[in-house]
């Protein structure tokens, strides 16, 4: 085994010792440190191809095995996952995407293509893909379901890494690594260290899916956000897969060379990019998605004679289709009779929709007037309120940034 490549695996085993700096190494491979309160006595070895091997408790396994299994459990990372439940995960429905990729253009389904691009590496440097798509296409749930399958196939031993899945959205934190412990937290995983999740990551053994990643350019600052990204990046020395999630109109505002050299700038070995472009919804989608609430199978059709176009909204974007659909369900009606009884022009269908969505939310509140028992704002004041903030952002001309300080208009209405 070579000085430089003894060098790096004494840096991933010190990443997961209770104490860094408490490790007893020699020349022939034999390495002592502490984990959980425990000492660990194990001895490397490395053969005519450089597969490179741990020989702990009697029994010699590879490296990467020692890894995943020994030092990270990653089977319980994996089991904690799935005992995360989503209230969606039965109602996902694959979209259509585009991979854009600097040698080729591939079309697919989202889950695949996901797939292909976390389990391979690129030749050279680390590869970053962003999924990108307008808001409510679903980038969420794409990265929730794909975390939950992977874990599935994770302890099935159908896969060798784990996807996990780190949202941002409404949080407060400076920087990706405060997120990734934030997670660690939530999830209970004791003796996991940020340096340890970056050992994992260049070896391939967890892909990171950072999700809202607009939503932190937006609150720190769009070179703000990628100077943490590439922080994160140049921590990988050059390995590993990111998979990073934005709205298109932040990913297409953003200068592709004038954002490659902001990373590049700080990383050595290079990074790749990659783009996962998320389609609209077709009929394939939404036929799926009904079936799911038991509609008629010829539901779609009625929808389509009540729009008068399958470029509708309504069937395009899959967070009005899929609210569409819930709100008929509760009502015990189709979709189509929802959109007929109306009786609107197309684009007031939207806003019925809307409109159905609010008033639901408003009694939702937990917070409530103490004196009467009643939200503190009654649906008119929500819709009033919303319109004030869209207002304000339309004007500002920052759609995808809400204003840090409110208008007038807002404070009044406030």
Not at 154 to 181: C, K, P, Q
Not at 336 to 355: A, M, Q, R, T, Y
Not at 384 to 408: F, G, T, Y
Request: glycine share 6%.
């Amino acid at each position: 085994m070579t000085p430089e490549a003894f060098e790096n695996i004494k840096r991933d085993l010190a990443s997961f010792a209770d104490d860094e700096h408490e490790m007893v190494c020699d020349e022939r491979g034999n390495v002592i440190f502490e984990r959980h309160g425990q000492l660990l006595s194990i001895q490397l070895r490395e053969d005519e191809d450089g597969r490179k091997y741990v020989k702990y408790n009697g029994v010699e396994i590879p490296y990467r095995l020692f890894l995943a299994k020994e030092l990270s459990h990653l089977d319980i990372l994996a089991s904690k996952i799935l005992q995360r439940k989503y209230s969606e995960e039965q109602c996902y429905v694959d979209s259509n995407v585009m991979l854009m990729s600097i040698d080729q253009q591939k079309q697919g389904k989202a889950m695949s293509i996901l797939y292909e691009e976390s389990n391979n590496p690129a030749l050279i440097g680390t590869k970053i893909s962003f999924v990108t798509a307008d808001a409510g296409h679903g980038k969420s749930m794409l990265l929730r379901h794909f975390q939950y399958c992977q874990a599935q196939h994770y302890l099935d031993n159908s896969t060798n890494f784990l996807f996990w899945h780190i949202d941002l959205h409404g949080r407060d934190l400076v920087r990706l690594n405060e997120a990734i412990m934030y997670e660690l937290g939530e999830l209970r995983m004791s003796g996991l260290y940020f340096s340890s999740i970056l050992t994992l990551m260049r070896h391939h053994l967890i892909v990171l899916g950072i999700d809202g990643f607009d939503e932190l350019a937006a609150e720190k600052g769009g070179e703000t956000a990628l100077n943490s990204l590439s922080n994160l990046v140049s921590q990988m020395r050059g390995k590993g897969v990111l998979i990073a999630a934005s709205r298109r109109a932040f990913f297409n505002s953003q200068d592709y060379l004038r954002r490659t050299g902001i990373l590049n700038r700080n990383i050595g070995g290079g990074c790749l990019f990659n783009e996962i472009k998320i389609s609209n919804w077709q009929k394939e989608q939404c036929v799926e998605y009904l079936n799911k609430y038991t509609f008629d199978t010829n539901e779609y059709d009625n929808l389509l004679m009540a729009l008068k176009s399958d470029k509708h909204p309504l069937l395009e974007r899959p967070y009005l289709f899929t609210k569409l659909v819930h709100y008929s369900f509760e009502d015990n009606i189709n979709p189509s009779e929802f959109i007929n009884k109306k009786g609107h022009n197309n684009l007031e269908n939207i806003n019925d929709v809307i409109e159905a969505f609010i008033y639901r939310e408003v009694d939702k509140w937990t917070q409530r007037d103490k004196e009467t028992g009643k939200p503190y704002l009654s649906f008119e004041q929500h819709i009033r309120l919303l319109s004030e903030v869209a207002a304000d952002m339309w004007n500002r001309q920052k759609k995808h940034n809400l204003c840090r300080k409110p208008s007038a208009d807002i404070n009044n209405t406030l």
